[in-house]
């Protein structure tokens, strides 16, 4: 899946456009590589976040095509360090 679209889905981030755009600025990492809006994500992947001033770090765990608000957190886990 897209990342752009997995951060989307995973509701890490709420619009795909600013998803497509924070990865475009180089702010998204995928197991310590800069990442472009079309970078495959799988699972296992770690991916590094910097979004206002703050990193986040999340494996992901799981890799769908929709999810529900409920069910979309479990798609994800925040590793230690990283900020919600």
Known sequence: ??????LKVSRIIK???VA?????????KI????????AEVKEGD?????MGGKHMFARVLSVRE????ADAS???????????
């Open 1 to 6: 899946m897209r990342l752009d679209k997995y």
């Open 31 to 38: 197991n310590g590589k800069e990442a472009k809006p079309s």
């Open 20 to 28: 497509n755009e924070v990865c475009s600025l180089g702010r998204v």
């Open 46 to 50: 770690v991916l590094d976040l910097l």
């Open 15 to 17: 619009r795909r456009t």
């Open 74 to 84: 479990d798609m994800y886990e925040i590793l230690p360090g990283g900020e919600a």
């Open 66 to 69: 929709t999810a529900k608000k």
